[in-house]
């Protein structure tokens, strides 16, 4: 997402949305490695956490969220990365300033609205397609790693070097997982409540 999609470069701004999560924890630290200035929004209950990472927290529930966010980068965000979707795609997309990108990776707000679980995820993949047609010198687009497995030899090549990588860094201590709690397989249910709670920093791991 940061350097193959975003290809955010050394020296610029980014916004992680949920900095405190296990995907945005490792943003944070990957881009903070590249030289990349990081603003996250996270719980204030896990600002010192994110700071600790080197980013600058945001309260995600401030109802000037994005305001606020535009006042710490009033030039605008060379990458922004929203896992939320719904109605604050389109606020994540006025951050992005010309040249940078908006990278989509999940729909976290739709999860419970009922019905169709594929329609939120379709109009969202419509609505980046179309910035990304549109003519106004920014990019945007949906990240699966996943993408591109038809292509097996690519993709493999492309996922061994950017595994490769990461784990390098996690071997040097350059790189840390965020691990919020170790629960038993056999706990899987109380496992993923607490993932859903929206309480911890980092990942659920289970053990088997």
Same mark, same amino acid.
């Given at each position: 997402? $940061?350097?193959?999609?975003? *290809?955010?470069?050394?020296? %610029? &701004?980014?916004?992680?949305?949920?900095?405190? %999560?296990?995907? %945005?924890? &490792?943003?944070?630290?990957?881009?903070?490695?590249?030289?990349?200035?990081?603003?996250? &929004?996270?719980?204030?209950?896990?600002?010192?956490?994110?700071?600790?990472?080197?980013? =600058? +927290?945001?309260?995600?529930?401030?109802?000037?969220?994005?305001?606020?966010?535009?006042? $710490?980068? /009033?030039?605008?965000?060379?990458?922004?990365?929203?896992?939320?979707?719904? /109605?604050?795609?389109? =606020?994540? @997309?006025?951050?992005?300033?010309?040249?940078?990108?908006?990278?989509?990776?999940? &729909?976290?707000?739709?999860?419970?609205?009922?019905?169709?679980? *594929?329609? +939120?995820?379709?109009?969202?993949?419509?609505?980046?397609? @179309? @910035? !990304?047609?549109? +003519?106004?010198?920014?990019?945007?687009?949906?990240? !699966?790693? @996943?993408?591109?497995?038809?292509? *097996?030899?690519?993709?493999?090549?492309?996922?061994?070097?950017?595994?490769? !990588?990461?784990?390098?860094?996690?071997?040097?201590?350059? $790189?840390?997982?965020?691990?919020?709690?170790?629960? +038993?397989?056999? =706990?899987?249910? =109380?496992?993923?409540?607490?993932?859903?709670?929206?309480?911890?920093?980092?990942?659920?791991?289970?053990?088997?």
């Amino acid at each position: 997402m $940061l350097h193959r999609m975003a *290809r955010v470069p050394r020296g %610029g &701004t980014i916004l992680v949305l949920g900095a405190s %999560g296990g995907v %945005g924890s &490792t943003l944070v630290q990957l881009a903070r490695q590249a030289g990349i200035r990081v603003i996250g &929004t996270a719980s204030p209950r896990h600002h010192a956490a994110v700071r600790a990472l080197g980013a =600058e +927290p945001i309260d995600y529930r401030d109802p000037q969220l994005y305001a606020k966010a535009r006042a $710490l980068a /009033p030039d605008g965000y060379d990458g922004v990365f929203d896992h939320v979707g719904a /109605p604050g795609i389109f =606020e994540s @997309w006025r951050l992005v300033r010309r040249g940078g990108a908006l990278v989509s990776y999940g &729909t976290a707000a739709t999860r419970d609205v009922a019905g169709n679980p *594929r329609l +939120p995820i379709l109009a969202l993949f419509g609505r980046l397609l @179309w @910035w !990304n047609l549109t +003519p106004n010198g920014r990019r945007a687009g949906f990240y !699966n790693l @996943w993408a591109g497995r038809r292509r *097996r030899a690519a993709f493999q090549a492309r996922l061994r070097e950017d595994l490769t !990588n990461v784990f390098a860094l996690l071997a040097s201590g350059s $790189l840390t997982a965020q691990v919020a709690a170790r629960v +038993p397989l056999r =706990e899987a249910a =109380e496992a993923m409540r607490l993932a859903e709670s929206g309480t911890v920093a980092g990942k659920v791991v289970l053990i088997p």
